[in-house]
């Protein structure tokens, strides 16, 4: 939720779920608003990291044709 803050917010409203906390209840768009900055923040540096590691092939497919 907190690199992809977006995703919670579409999977709630697809499956139309509800806060659980009675005593202060808050909507996955409340919620997750509050980790838009921190998301954003973040991307730059997994991007970075990301970009800057090697990545291994699979050394076989798992598919059929």
Do not use: F
């Amino acid at each position: 939720m907190l690199e992809n803050p977006e995703y919670l917010q579409k999977m709630v409203a697809e499956t139309g779920a509800k806060s659980t906390d009675m005593q202060s209840p808050e909507s996955a768009e409340h919620l997750c608003a509050k980790c838009e900055e921190y998301a954003r923040k973040w991307k730059l540096c997994a991007d970075e990291i990301w970009n800057g590691a090697e990545h291994k092939k699979p050394s076989y497919e798992n598919y059929r044709k």
